[in-house]
């Protein structure tokens, strides 16, 4: 089992930043890789990025204008993933979760935090 605990989300003007963080405990070394997705208000969940545990990242590209704002990055000595979110927009606005995938193709989520972007 994992447990994931995310952090760092909250209410920013636009054209701010934030850092999330998501905290893993439990079978760490089960974990394959570990991603972000964010849930717009009446919106699907969608991917925003994803980190392996070698460190290698990707940025969804059919959520646009992501690449070059956010970072995903990883502290391994940590547990931690983090995404760092630059020069925020309005439509960033919504619920950031972590989510963890197992060497087993099992599914973690967190319990997702609240970013608020104000125009």
């Known amino acids: 089992q994992v447990q994931l605990v995310e952090s760092g989300g909250g209410l920013v003007q636009a054209g701010g930043s934030l850092r999330l963080s998501c905290v893993a405990s439990?079978?760490?070394?089960?974990?394959?890789?570990m991603a972000w997705y964010r849930q717009a208000p009446g919106n699907q969940r969608e991917l925003v990025a994803s980190?392996?545990?070698?460190?290698?990242?990707?940025?969804?590209d059919s959520v646009k204008g992501v690449k070059g704002r956010f970072t995903i990055s990883r502290d391994s000595a940590k547990n931690t993933v983090y995404l760092q979110m630059n020069s925020l927009k309005p439509e960033d606005t919504g619920v950031y979760y972590c989510?963890?995938?197992?060497?087993?193709?099992?599914?973690?989520w967190g319990q997702g935090t609240q970013v608020t972007v104000s125009s």
């Open positions: 980190i392996t545990s070698g460190g290698s990242t990707s940025y969804a």
């Open positions: 989510r963890a995938r197992s060497l087993a193709l099992r599914i973690y």
């Open positions: 439990g079978s760490i070394s089960s974990i394959a890789t």
